[in-house]
């Protein structure tokens, strides 16, 4: 699979996951590096870093959400960082470094009229953290914990998928508004990890030990927040916990994307008319209009040393689906990145 100056490597849909998203699900092909329009704006690009996102496997299902599924034969959609090859464009000169959902290719033809037009990476800052620290991730833990979950002063926040880019984000979102936080995670480290650099005044193995205990234990007044990445029978638990006029920020259901088979909703939804409890849903394509805003705060939050993050980096074409793989076994550390 070596690249050339002439062949432009893709990695395809192949077939629609049925359960667990593998690596049979995509397919290697070649083709000639695309021509871009340079009239209408258009320019050619290199990818340089990918992203990997629990939304992409929903993207991979063949029915409609928020954005379109991705067709079998087509290049995967993804997040990624590329170098400006060819340009006419003043907005992204040659040599310019710009973020867009490019693919999973080597090259890539963009340009103003796309679905999510590139934007250009600022000058000084490293690559990649336009993908993890100032990304998407970011930007979600931003608006669903400030926006949705409005925390204030002395509640308590629970956080599930707290160690992954969006919840170690939200974890200290909610220590800078004063609250106490309560984090779930898949392994001690990563537990370690969020109480000794997040912030968390308390973290939850959730495979070795038991949630509903731990959370009896530890929020004997009940949860006031809990931002949910995970679903399933964590969010379950967490309701069975929650205070009177409560709020659950649903920004994602991890545990379920892979399920062969719809899952059962929670079966304790009674607590949410007897305790009050709001339970709402958002996506963060809701406040583009806002990204300058929450991009301004976060800058100077991670810039002082008020936000800490990590990137787990792989490295190699070769590697694109293991990499999305390892997001959904839970073997990345920080935000999943992959380094062409």
């Given amino acids: 699979m070596a690249a050339s100056q002439t062949i432009n490597r893709?990695?395809?849909?192949?077939?629609?996951?049925?359960?667990m998203v593998s690596q049979d699900?995509?397919?290697?092909?070649?083709?000639?590096?695309?021509?871009?329009?340079?009239?209408?704006?258009?320019?050619?690009?290199?990818?340089?870093?990918?992203?990997?996102d629990p939304a992409m496997r929903g993207?991979?299902?063949?029915?409609p959400s928020y954005l379109p599924p991705v067709q079998i034969g087509e290049v995967m959609r993804a997040s990624s960082v590329a170098k400006v090859i060819r340009s006419d464009n003043r907005s992204w000169p040659e040599g310019s470094l710009v973020q867009g959902m490019f693919g999973w290719q080597d090259y890539a033809v963009a340009g103003p009229n796309d679905l999510v037009p590139p934007t250009a990476v600022a000058e000084g800052i490293p690559p990649t953290t336009v993908l993890s620290v100032f990304g998407g991730s970011s930007l979600t833990a931003?608006?669903?914990?400030?926006?949705?979950?409005?925390?204030?002063?002395?509640?308590t926040v629970l956080v599930s998928g707290a160690a992954g880019a969006v919840g170690s984000v939200v974890v200290q979102l909610a220590k800078l508004k004063g609250c106490r936080v309560i984090a779930i995670a898949g392994t001690d480290e990563k537990c370690q990890w969020l109480k000794d650099?997040?912030?968390?005044?308390?973290?939850?193995?959730?495979?070795?030990?038991?949630?509903?205990q731990c959370l009896s234990e530890l929020c004997p007044s009940g949860v006031d927040i809990f931002f949910d990445n995970v679903g399933g029978e964590t969010l379950e638990q967490a309701i069975e916990h929650m205070a009177d006029f409560g709020r659950i920020v649903l920004c994602g259901q991890i545990s379920e994307y892979n399920a062969e088979q719809p899952q059962p909703g929670p079966a304790n939804l009674k607590y949410l008319i007897t305790r009050r409890i709001k339970m709402q849903g958002f996506i963060m394509l809701d406040y583009l209009d806002r990204v300058e805003e929450a991009a301004g705060k976060l800058g100077e939050w991670v810039m002082s040393g008020k936000i800490k993050y990590r990137e787990d980096i792989q490295e190699g074409f070769d590697q694109?689906?293991?990499?999305?793989?390892?997001?959904?076994?839970?073997?990345?550390?920080?935000?999943?990145?992959?380094?062409?």
């Fill in 59 to 63: 993207w991979m299902d063949d029915e």
């Fill in 25 to 52: 699900n995509f397919e290697y092909a070649e083709c000639a590096i695309p021509e871009p329009d340079l009239q209408s704006g258009q320019v050619l690009l290199q990818n340089l870093y990918l992203s990997f």
């Fill in 142 to 155: 931003y608006f669903g914990m400030m926006d949705v979950g409005r925390p204030q002063p002395g509640e």
């Fill in 197 to 212: 650099e997040c912030g968390a005044d308390e973290a939850i193995n959730y495979k070795t030990r038991n949630i509903h």
């Fill in 320 to 340: 694109i689906p293991a990499t999305l793989e390892r997001l959904f076994q839970g073997e990345n550390k920080g935000k999943q990145l992959l380094a062409l």
């Fill in 10 to 19: 893709q990695w395809l849909l192949k077939t629609r996951p049925s359960g």
